[in-house]
């Protein structure tokens, strides 16, 4: 079953606005990620957080984690027409030697 | 440099046929994986390899059969293809097979069956 969650399914913003992604997990985990598939190709990795970790940033990227209500966002800061793409969040299940994607948000950057 | 190639990139055959799928990754890594993602985007694990041996092994028919002839390379194997096989079919890799290791995907193989 899926571990994973995103909301919106589908998002679609103007250059140089910010985008925010939500992802929603079941069960306890130790560690989330999200990863970026642009179409037609392989996902690529944008940034992990533990479960011990609050808040992460990476570039224009900020990641939260909330465990105590199972839920992630990504938010993507003066968004950019190259940001266009599917995100997807990853989580294991603790314990679990495997990730365990959603069905991802679909992000459109309109120029 | 590519660092995760899969070929082919497009598979197109009829339903019944036996087909292979190509993985190869010059990261050094010790960690392999197939992914399936369905038509609603859904990225499932299939399999996992750690230096050849396999240690992921999800509920999938005994009709995918994957192959490891070296740690570098992790093919897979289809046997009497169904309908329902028509995916995209992802190859990945980590360093190690540890959750928190960074997996780097193939670019997928479009696989539809007829």
């Known amino acids: 079953s899926q571990q994973g969650e995103e909301d919106p399914q589908a998002l679609s913003i103007q250059e140089g606005e910010n985008a925010t992604m939500n992802c929603s997990y079941k069960t306890s985990i130790n560690n989330l990620q999200w990863y970026r598939q642009n179409s037609g190709r392989g996902l690529v990795h944008l940034i992990l957080i533990r479960s011990n970790e609050r808040e992460k940033h990476s570039g224009r990227l900020r990641v939260t984690l909330d465990t105590s209500k199972k839920s992630s966002s990504l938010l993507i800061t003066a968004s950019r027409a190259a940001d266009t793409a599917s995100y997807f969040c990853?989580?294991?299940?603790?314990?679990?030697?495997?990730?365990?994607f959603g069905q991802g948000t679909r992000l459109t950057i309109n120029p | 440099d590519t660092a995760v190639s899969q070929t082919p990139k497009y598979l197109v055959t009829q339903m019944g046929n036996d087909k292979s799928i190509k993985c190869e990754q010059n990261?050094?890594?010790?960690?392999m994986y197939w992914y399936k993602q369905d038509s609603k985007k859904f990225l499932k694990i299939m399999f996992s390899?750690?230096?050849?041996?396999?240690?992921i092994n999800e509920t999938v028919p005994n009709r995918f059969s994957p192959k490891s002839p070296d740690k570098a390379h992790l093919n897979l194997h289809i046997n009497s293809l169904e309908l329902g096989d028509s995916a995209v079919y992802f190859c990945?890799?980590?360093?190690?097979?540890?959750?928190?290791?960074?997996?780097?995907f193939g670019p997928g193989t479009r696989l539809t069956v007829l």
């Open positions: 990945a890799s980590s360093q190690v097979p540890r959750i928190t290791d960074t997996q780097y």
């Open positions: 990261l050094g890594h010790d960690t």
């Open positions: 990853a989580t294991d299940n603790q314990g679990a030697q495997k990730l365990v």
């Open positions: 390899y750690n230096n050849k041996e396999l240690i």
